[in-house]
């Protein structure tokens, strides 16, 4: 169990680098840079900080999940693309054995079918989808209350 002053871990995977040019009408206008503004604010709330990674690489994102057992108090993750296809990120996020919240910015159900199916969701305390950034703070709340 991870010390809950810990940080929060904040992960975004594959293109989610891109918020505010790609796709605006599906994935709002604010960039990855304000997604954390608003982590670390809703976290302050509480008394509690987050740390923020993105990488387009699922390996880097693995590696990272990694350093959290131990370090971070829970994840906040939005897996992006890998959300449906990445058995090996869902068998890492079970290694730090944290409270684990999945985020979408867009209501996955309401889009494409290959979208529908997720790996992390099983092992997911909690899954927030099409809230735009506000689910990431959602997202923090929820850990943050938590303990």
């Known amino acids: 169990m991870a010390d809950t002053a810990a940080p929060i871990l904040v992960l975004n995977g594959p293109n989610l680098n891109m918020l505010g040019t790609r796709q605006p009408e599906v994935y709002g206008?604010?960039?990855?840079?304000?997604?954390?503004?608003?982590?670390?604010?809703t976290a302050a709330e509480f008394g509690?900080?987050?740390?923020?990674?993105?990488?387009?690489?699922?390996?880097?994102?693995i590696d990272r999940i990694h350093a959290a057992r131990g370090a971070e108090s829970a994840i906040v993750i939005n897996p992006g693309g890998l959300t449906h296809t990445s058995?090996?990120?869902?068998?890492?996020?079970?290694?730090?054995?944290?409270?684990?919240?999945?985020?979408?910015?867009?209501?996955?159900?309401?889009?494409?079918?290959?979208r529908h199916h997720s790996f992390v969701s099983g092992i997911a305390t909690a899954v927030i989808a099409?809230?735009?950034i506000e689910g990431y703070a959602a997202a923090?709340?929820?850990l943050a209350a938590r303990g």
């Open 130 to 132: 099409g809230m735009g």
């Open 48 to 61: 509690r900080a987050i740390v923020g990674f993105q990488s387009n690489s699922e390996g880097a994102l």
């Open 29 to 41: 206008s604010e960039t990855l840079d304000d997604v954390l503004d608003l982590c670390r604010r």
């Open 140 to 142: 923090v709340r929820f």
């Open 87 to 114: 058995v090996a990120l869902r068998d890492a996020l079970v290694i730090p054995e944290v409270p684990i919240v999945e985020v979408h910015l867009s209501n996955v159900h309401a889009r494409e079918e290959f």
